[in-house]
């Protein structure tokens, strides 16, 4: 393989909490190693609108507290076609960039191995996304930030419910993950959690609320937005028609969830993922993904990544969290 001397970093997809620490440690630890580093703003929408900035240690001064992404990011359609990533290949030689540290989802991962399959370009990417749903980490960077962030929503939403004596739907984000719902609602003390990796039969739930009414005056259910009763106001709407002891109100926290300065984990993680990452590419790596397993930085196939890509519901955190909710 031919020497690398030149890394693109950027990031794809959602925006998540930490991104810019692993930018900081993508850049720093390049550079540290005698290589040149481009950012490349709006990930793979800007290697074909050729959106290439030179990166130097103090170009990422000040966003290690920074939410958000300081590179900017994009969903791009003309990347998913052979001719797209052709006309981003010729940009990304042009500039002399021979390898990669994508910093995103599936989605981002998908479009790397596509890269360095179709043109022979190193990549090696960080799994960053608030839903925590890649294959090969126990942890993306943001999950931790976000389910925080859900946290605080949840505590807050509480003091209304129980002065007003309501029963709050309160929709979390996650795609098709239940992860930030299930852990959430743990945290957030929540009666129920409807999750997409499990079923629960809206007869169910009533039956549920109506034993929980009995000894509470509210009530908090937190709904990932990927359950198959179709989300919050949904699910409303059908425990209304049967169940009248509270008045119900609904809470969507959309985007919310994914601004906001990351936590001390996602900024140690963005931090070790990202000098993993430019470490891993010098060491002659290639189309891998650096993740955290046991506190432990280990190495995965992309290919693996990205189609065991899912959130492996754990039953017994939901088993104790019925329990817990009694
Ligand atoms: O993947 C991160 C995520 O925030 C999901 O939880 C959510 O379903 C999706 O992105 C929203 O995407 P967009 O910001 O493009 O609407």
Known sequence: MAEIKKIGVFTSGGDAPGMNACIRAVVRTAIYMGKEVVG?????????????VPMDARSVRNIIQMGGTVLKTARCMDFRTPEGR????????????????????????TGAEFLSREFDIPV?????????DLYGSDYTLGYDTATNTVIDAIDKIRDTAASHDRLFFVEVMGRDSGCIALHAGIAGGAE?????????????????????AEKKTSSIVIIAEGDKNGGAYNV???????????????????????GGSPSSFDRVLGGRLGYAAVKSLLA?????????????????????AI????FKLEEDLLEMANILSI
């Open 40 to 52: 490349i703003q709006q990930g793979y929408q800007g290697m074909i609108d050729k959106k290439f």
């Open 307 to 310: 189609h065991n890509h899912t």
């Open 86 to 109: 052709a006309f981003a290949y010729k940009n990304l030689k042009e500039e002399g960039i021979d390898a990669l540290v994508p910093i995103g989802g599936d989605g981002t991962f």
């Open 192 to 212: 129920a959690i409807l999750l997409p990796e499990k079923e629960t039969a809206i007869d169910e739930l009533i039956e549920k609320l109506e034993q929980s």
């Open 124 to 132: 090696v990417c960080v799994p960053g996304t608030i839903d925590n």
């Open 284 to 304: 002659g790596e290639n189309r891998k993904m650096v993740g955290l397993r046991n506190n432990k930085v280990e190495l995965t196939d992309l290919h693996e």
């Open 236 to 258: 409303a709407k059908r425990v209304k028609e049967k169940f009248n002891f509270y008045d119900i109100k609904v809470t969507i926290l959309g985007h919310l969830q994914r």
